[in-house]
């Protein structure tokens, strides 16, 4: 059975940082592409970061320059880094997994696994 356990998500300052994890199990990160989305009451689930079995990192454009995606193939955890926090950065962040290779995706239909979530609120 597959687990994502999202953690890391609080309340912050406009330009804050927040670093959040999602440790996997019955899942191993660095197999198939894996990714991070996020949804805010009122708007669409967005796609924010993704990475590939490779390694290679893929970026929505409101967040480029500011958020860092990676994992730790050892913890089996991944992680995205926010930095420069905004107003509009606020919402709900979800793990996510796929069970395919090559170029990763922003599109929520290309994955399978969804964790619960952590909240990431940036007010001042």
């Known amino acids: 059975q597959v687990q994502l356990v999202e953690s890391g998500g609080g309340s912050v300052q406009p330009g804050g940082s927040l670093r959040l994890s999602c440790a996997a199990s019955g899942y191993t990160v660095n197999r198939y592409f894996v990714g991070w989305f996020r949804q805010a009451p009122g708007k669409e689930r967005e796609g924010v970061a993704c990475?590939?079995?490779?390694?290679?990192?893929r970026y929505a454009d409101p967040v480029k320059g500011r958020f860092t995606i990676s994992r730790d193939n050892a913890k089996n955890t991944l992680y995205l880094e926010i930095n420069s926090l905004k107003a509009e950065d606020s919402a709900m962040y979800y793990c996510?997994?796929?069970?395919?290779?090559?170029?990763?995706?922003?599109?929520?239909?290309?994955?399978?696994?969804w964790g619960q979530g952590t909240q990431v609120t940036v007010a001042s």
């Open positions: 990475i590939e079995s490779a390694g290679s990192t």
């Open positions: 996510v997994a796929s069970v395919f290779f090559g170029r990763c995706s922003l599109v929520a239909g290309a994955y399978t696994y």
